[in-house]
């Protein structure tokens, strides 16, 4: 299970309300962003934990986040799919935070067959009620719009607008 969706769709709410109804001793979780937040972290001597939950701390290195995560996939597009799956001993693996294009096709192309895909939308409106500044080089960055409807056609097994 991948959950995708921009900053502040609540995607960490659909991602909770989910591992409710899931059997926890059949699930791994997973986040594509934990080795960039790890990297980041130690680079700037912040205890990682801080970076991995919402917040004025974890916004304050979100550039950086961004950045690193494009110089590395730059060099590679799949380094990090193939790092955040490796050793995955669960049945039920749920990827929190798809939000590129790479990681999309490798997940696409070693588990399309049994790949649920989950977006999540909300209006930029509704999106600033819950924190959401318009941040250039942050928001307009391929982290935050490949997988738009305007640049990939992706097959989506479920659509959520969540406006509410």
Not at 13 to 19: A, G, I, K, S
Not at 26 to 55: C, H, M, S
């Amino acid at each position: 299970v991948a959950i995708s969706g921009k900053r502040k769709t609540e995607k960490d709410y659909f991602y909770d309300l989910l591992m409710q109804r899931l059997n926890p001793a059949l699930v791994e979780t997973r986040r594509f962003a934990t080795p960039i937040k790890a990297y980041i972290a130690k680079l700037n001597r912040v205890d990682l934990a801080t970076l991995e939950t919402p917040g004025p701390e974890k916004e304050k290195f979100r550039a950086q986040f961004y950045t690193y995560d494009l110089e590395q996939r730059a060099q590679d597009p799949f380094v990090l799919a193939r790092e955040v799956v490796q050793d995955v001993r669960s049945r039920i693996l749920v990827i929190s935070d798809l939000r590129q294009i790479g990681d999309y096709k490798y997940l696409q192309k070693y588990y399309a067959d049994r790949l649920i895909l989950i977006r999540l939308d909300a209006s930029e409106l509704l999106r600033s009620t819950r924190g959401y500044s318009f941040t250039p080089g942050v928001d307009d960055s391929a982290v935050e719009c490949d997988l738009d409807p305007d640049r990939v056609a992706v097959p989506w097994t479920l659509c959520w607008e969540n406006d509410g």
